[in-house]
C-alpha cells in the first residue's frame, strides 16, 4: 500500500546527563529509504533549533537489523533541554518523534589555569569549580596523545593547585594539559620551551 510503510521503526530515543554533556543515543530496528536524522533542540519546548546531523549507517538507506546511533550535546541549557529526534527520507520527506528532556540545573564550569605558560618543563595548574572530595585526574598528553604524566588525586577545601614535575625532562614542544572531573576532560594547551 502506498503510503503504508515507515521509513524507520523507531525503538528508543534517550538522552542521559553525562557530567558536564547530554548523551543522546537511539535505536531504528528497520529504515526504508533513510537519509538521516537530526537532532533538535529547545529550551521551551516550542521553538527548535537543529545542533546535529546523523547520516543513516544502512546501507543505501535500508536495513532490517537494529541500528545504534549516539552524538553527545556539549552545551545543554541549564535548567531543562528539550530534545527531538526527526528523520528525513531520499524523498526529502520527514517524520518527527517525542521528545525527551533532560534537567540540568548542577551544571558545573571548572576553570583551569596553567602557570608559567610557556614553560621549562614544570609547571602549577590551578582549578576552580570542582566540587570538594571530588575524585580528579591530571594528566599530560603529547600532541599524539600519548600519556607522558598522570596522578590522581582528590580535590580539597583549599587546595585548588597542584605543581606538576614530570619524571623526566620535557622535551620542547606542545603538551595538552587535561584535567579529569567525573569523566569530563577540560583540556589546556601547555608550552614547553
Known amino acids: ?4 510503510f515507515l521509513p524507520i521503526e523507531l525503538t528508543e530515543f534517550k538522552a542521559q546527563k553525562q557530567g558536564n554533556h547530554v548523551h543522546l543515543t537511539w535505536k531504528t530496528s528497520s529504515e526504508i529509504n533513510n537519509n538521516f536524522f537530526t537532532i533538535e533542540k529547545s529550551k521551551d519546548a516550542v521553538i527548535y533549533s537543529e545542533i546535529e546531523f546523523v547520516k543513516s549507517k544502512a546501507k543505501h538507506g535500508n536495513s532490517k537489523t537494529s541500528i ?4 553527545k550535546d556539549y552545551s545543554p541549557y541549564t535548567g531543562t533541554s528539550y530534545y527531538r529526534l526527526k528523520q528525513t527520507d531520499l524523498n526529502a520527506a520527514s517524520k518527527t518523534f517525542p521528545i525527551v528532556s533532560v534537567n540540568h540545573e548542577d551544571i558545573t564550569t571548572i576553570n583551569v ?3 608559567p605558560n610557556p614553560n621549562s618543563g614544570e609547571f602549577t595548574v590551578d ?10 585526574e591530571i594528566n599530560l598528553t603529547d600532541i599524539s596523545g600519548k600519556i607522558i604524566y598522570k596522578k590522581h588525586f582528590q580535590a580539597g577545601f583549599e587546595q585548588n593547585s597542584i605543581g606538576l614535575i614530570p619524571n623526566e625532562k620535557l622535551s620542547a614542544g606542545i603538551y595538552i594539559c587535561n584535567l579529569i572531573s567525573e569523566g569530563v576532560k577540560f583540556p589546556v594547551k601547555v ?3
Open 68 to 71: 545504534k546511533y549516539e552524538t
Open 113 to 115: 589555569r596553567v602557570y
Open 1 to 4: 500500500p502506498i503510503g503504508g
Open 127 to 136: 582549578f576552580d569549580g570542582v566540587n570538594k572530595n571530588s575524585e580528579l
Open 191 to 193: 608550552v614547553v620551551q
